[in-house]
């Protein structure tokens, strides 16, 4: 990479960062679903219920809100091993009356019934649970691991749909495993833990934080979009897939935005006449069924895509000096969490120079934190002119 590549580098990953969810609210989260699991039945491996994230959360790529008066949103599955025969409506029953057994969590729990989970609030996320049953006469991990959940099509009237979310969270791990044992065995050095107990979620790869941005992108390109485009926004199981697919393993956020965006509409198929996005957990599945009944959110798709090329790759590389790429940066991610990111940099720029270690990198100018052929230290800011 350039110098120049290597300084946008810096604030687009410094960026991600600041997206990405607190420890203290993951914690928190744990914490809820934990307490959550084990009120349902989740007490020990052997339970006949399974509590299990899934989505975002559990693929490491969940983002803050746009708008800090929005919550989080976490997704969780509920299994109920025992409930293979089960209609859709007991599945989905059982665990609503036993989360309304509850004093506490029946004043959180949403009093309308969603259409597939029942939803739990909190002060700053809310929590949607998937009851689900095997979709085989067993569940078992990791080679059974198939889902029935409950779809509500009407007041009474509920469909089998079924999924995979181990499989999904499997795929898409090995989708980055060369970088993610990287990140793994830095982080289990670090704290001195064996690499085989280290989650996704502690470590982050250019794919995840790739997928952050452009969920980050698509949130605020359609923030006050007007209610028939916004109704028809990419949802971020097709963007989380189809990145997933065009990710090579780059080592740096740029180069694997760059092989993203310019390649991930190459795993959207035509199967028949309609636009497949297959899931890899479950190829029956199609992510973007949707789009053959309703046009006008592929064609949205497609406009988010141009867009985010435009602004993400093209419009930054074409303009000089630091304010007016983070103008750029502020049109495609958001004014405060672009300043707050140039902020927090400016403050690590510092220390590193007031510790010797920031050099200018030759006839390019961009600034190294470390010594090359052709590169000059960058001396201590005195803050009177000298």
Same mark, same amino acid.
């Given at each position: 990479?350039?110098? %120049?590549?290597?300084?946008? /580098? #810096? ?6 960062? /600041?997206?990405?969810? =607190? ?18 039945? &989740? ?7 399974? $509590? ?10 969940? $983002?803050?809100? @746009?708008?800090? %008066? ?58 949607? $649970? ?46 980055? %495993? ?6 793994? =065995? ?11 107990? @280290? ?28 209610? @028939? ?29 760059? =092989?993203?965006?310019? *390649? ?7 199967? *028949? ?18 789009? /053959? ?5 592929? %064609? ?13 790759? @093209? ?10 790429? =983070? &103008? ?11 300043? #707050? ?15 010797? /270690? ?29």
């Amino acid at each position: 990479m350039t110098a %120049r590549d290597q300084e946008y /580098n #810096k604030y687009l990953q410094k960026l991600a960062e /600041n997206l990405d969810i =607190s420890d203290t609210m993951r914690d928190k989260a744990i914490n809820s679903y934990t307490a959550v699991g084990k009120w349902l039945g &989740d007490c020990a491996d052997d339970s006949a219920i399974k $509590i299990s994230p899934q989505g975002s959360f559990y693929l490491g790529t969940v $983002i803050k809100p @746009v708008d800090d %008066r929005d919550e989080y949103d976490i997704d969780l599955v509920c299994l109920l091993k025992d409930k293979h025969s089960a209609s859709e409506h007991e599945i989905k029953s059982l665990v609503g009356n036993r989360l309304k057994e509850h004093g506490t969590y029946a004043e959180m729990l949403d009093k309308k019934e969603g259409k597939r989970c029942w939803t739990l609030h909190y002060d700053e996320f809310h929590m949607d $649970i998937l009851p689900s049953a095997p979709k085989d006469k067993i569940y078992s991990e990791p080679y059974l691991t198939g889902i029935r959940l409950t779809h509500k099509d009407a007041p009474g009237v509920y469909s089998s749909r079924y999924s995979n979310p181990y499989k999904y969270h499997d795929w898409f791990e090995q989708q980055m %495993r060369v970088m993610m044992l990287l990140e793994k =065995s830095a982080f289990a050095a670090r704290n001195q833990v064996d690499i085989s107990k @280290v989650p996704l979620y502690k470590v982050k790869t250019p794919l995840q934080r790739a997928i952050q941005l452009l969920k980050r992108h698509r949130d605020i390109m359609y923030q006050n979009a007007p209610k @028939v485009q916004k109704d028809n926004a990419p949802i971020s199981i097709i963007i989380t897939t189809l990145a997933a697919h065009a990710y090579n393993n780059e080592a740096s956020l740029i180069e694997a935005l760059t =092989s993203i965006l310019d *390649n991930m509409q190459n795993s959207i198929e035509v199967r *028949n006449g309609e636009y497949w996005v297959e899931n890899p957990a479950m190829p029956e599945e199609n992510f973007a069924e949707k789009w /053959n009944a309703e046009p006008d959110k592929q %064609r949205e798709f497609a406009r988010w895509l141009a867009k985010a090329k435009q602004e993400i790759l @093209v419009a930054p590389s074409k303009v000089f000096g630091l304010h007016n790429i =983070s &103008d750029a940066m502020e049109h495609s991610f958001g004014s405060n969490i672009v300043k #707050k990111s140039f902020s927090d940099l400016g403050y690590e720029t510092k220390d590193t120079r007031d510790a010797g /270690n920031l050099f200018i990198a030759g006839l390019t100018g961009g600034l190294t934190t470390s010594a090359t052929e052709g590169s000059k230290k960058v001396g201590g800011h005195t803050f009177f002119g000298k």
